[in-house]
């Protein structure tokens, strides 16, 4: 079994979904206009749905092929990582960010 996907709250759809694209997600259902929006990058999927007010903090780690690729592409979006990539003392190269809804997102591969 795996985690399919990740709902998450937003209290702005279309700053979220540049927020993802700008990670490699893309839009497969809903969109800037919609109250609920599923971003999907491979077999992961992010799930927003739209709120009235911030929801409570959450963090998603998601295992991809290159951290240092994604978090200079972050880079290159004028995202703000919390740090660049590093190796973990638990065995894996991760570098963490947050979405604009506050919730802390992890892209890690094993070492």
Known sequence: MRIDAVTLATVDMSTSINFY?????EVSFGGHGSSFTTMSAGVCHVNLT???EPGPWGRVI???DDVDALHARA?????SPRHPP????????????????GHELSFARSL
């Open 21 to 25: 694209e700008a990670l490699g997600f």
């Open 50 to 52: 739209l709120t009235g």
């Open 62 to 64: 998601f295992h991809v």
């Open 75 to 79: 880079i290159a979006a004028g995202l």
């Open 86 to 101: 590093r190796d973990a003392d638990w065995g894996e190269r991760m570098f963490a960010i947050g979405d604009p809804s």
